[in-house]
């Protein structure tokens, strides 16, 4: 009879010990505990996998570009809004604030499109857009390339 109580006794010890372990790593696994270590190894292969993909490299490149062209609009812009300032000082003075405030307004539109632009261009994932030729199949005859950044003046027109 010693004999079945201690058998019995193992053998619930061991399912209920079985039991707690499982659980606890169920717990682990669902608390991240357990796969921590390789989520941190995965990652560094993701960004690595990300900066260099196709996709990645020509929404970069299709950016910059974007973003060049719209930049290259705003000095135009702003050479008009500071004309119709002019303009509205000489001849109708209570039109002046609001010329006002559409030029600083085109001026700010301007300086957080810098700021973006430069921001991105600092980054990594951006050197697609500094040498395409090695990422692209593009010819460089073709291609003018992209400024690598903005100054913050470019957006100040001739009220410096």
């Known amino acids: 009879m010693d004999e079945e109580i201690t058998v019995g006794i193992v053998v619930k010890w061991a399912f209920w010990t079985f039991a707690a372990l499982f659980f606890l790593v169920m ?3 669902a608390f991240g505990v357990i796969t921590l270590p390789f989520s941190v190894v995965n990652s560094g292969t993701t960004v690595a996998r ?8 020509l929404m970069q490149y ?4 974007d973003a060049n062209a719209r930049l290259q609009v705003f000095p135009a812009q702003i050479h008009e809004a500071e004309e119709n300032l002019h303009y ?12 006002m405030t559409e030029l ?3 001026k700010q539109v301007c300086q957080s499109l810098v700021a973006d ?4 261009a600092s980054r990594l994932d951006a050197g697609i857009f500094k040498n395409p030729e090695h990422y692209l199949p593009i010819s460089t005859e ?7 950044s903005y100054s913050p003046s470019y957006c100040q027109g001739e009220n410096q």
């Open 27 to 29: 717990a682990g696994c």
């Open 50 to 57: 990300r900066i260099i993909d196709p996709d990645n490299a």
């Open 62 to 65: 299709r950016y910059f570009h």
């Open 88 to 99: 509205a000082e000489a001849h109708t003075p209570e039109r002046a604030s609001a010329r």
């Open 104 to 106: 600083t307004g085109i």
């Open 117 to 120: 632009y430069n921001s991105r």
């Open 142 to 148: 073709a291609y003018e390339p992209l400024p690598v």
